[in-house]
């Protein structure tokens, strides 16, 4: 089945910087690339999205890449405010099945 | 913007005891899911459910656990006989077409 890994666990950054998750996986199938933010105690909140057809999409200071060759897919987010702070997860599936997560990564952005 | 929601936030029982956590998901969506976050860990897959059945489910899904759609708006899950180790956030999602999950708020679940 799929397997999904995250780097970096923790990521501190100073407000205004960029900050880069990065995510593999394994099953080449995998067609449905998602990032969620979850703050404490909350829901996970989808952020970005990317399907397999693309290679990169951006909204506003939130971006992902994706390397299918590779398998693997980032999230990029510049400008870092200190709101970003929350855990981020990458998640990959394909239509119609399970998202498999990865295993978090906590930004802190200190002003 | 509608949301998915489920009930209760909150839910503390005993070990062997029957639990059932409520959703209710977004009404339009066709694509219902259970996952489950151990405090502190990564959101791990229960089950996903299309068409009044079951289309996959995970190896934590056994058979103490059951979903159930029992009406045109509720989706619920069922665990017979809780364990400790049941003890998690469980989050409902749902999602119109096969891709872009929306998430309830969660129900945590504490097993003394």
Redesign the interface.
């Known amino acids: 089945g799929e397997n999904v890994e995250q780097h970096p666990s923790t990521l501190s950054v100073q407000e205004g910087d960029s900050a880069v998750i990065k995510c593999t996986y394994s099953d080449s199938a995998s067609n449905y690339f998602p990032w969620y933010k979850q703050e404490l105690g909350k829901r996970p909140q989808l952020i970005i999205d990317i399907r397999s057809n693309v290679g990169e999409k951006k909204d506003q200071r939130i971006a992902v890449t994706l390397n299918k060759t590779a398998k693997h897919f980032s999230l990029h987010i510049t400008e870092t405010q200190p709101e970003d702070s929350a855990v981020y997860f990458c998640a990959a599936g394909q239509a119609g099945t399970a998202l498999i997560f990865g295993k978090g990564t906590t930004l802190s952005v200190s002003s | 913007e509608p949301e998915v929601t489920q009930t209760p936030s909150h839910q503390v029982t005993q070990m062997g005891q029957e639990v059932i956590l409520r959703c209710v998901p977004i009404s339009n969506h066709l694509?219902f899911?259970w996952?489950r976050q151990i405090l502190g860990?990564?959101?791990?897959?229960l089950v996903?459910f299309?068409n009044n059945e079951i289309?996959?489910k995970?190896e934590i899904f056994d058979d103490q656990f059951s979903v159930e759609r029992p009406d045109g708006s509720n989706f619920t899950l069922k665990i017979r006989s809780t364990k400790l180790e049941d003890s998690a956030m469980y989050?409902c999602a749902s999602s119109v077409?096969?891709?872009?999950?929306?998430?309830?708020?969660?129900t945590r679940l504490l097993v003394l």
């Open positions: 694509y899911y996952y860990q990564k959101v791990e897959f996903s299309y289309s996959e995970s989050f077409y096969q891709e872009t999950q929306y998430f309830g708020p969660g």
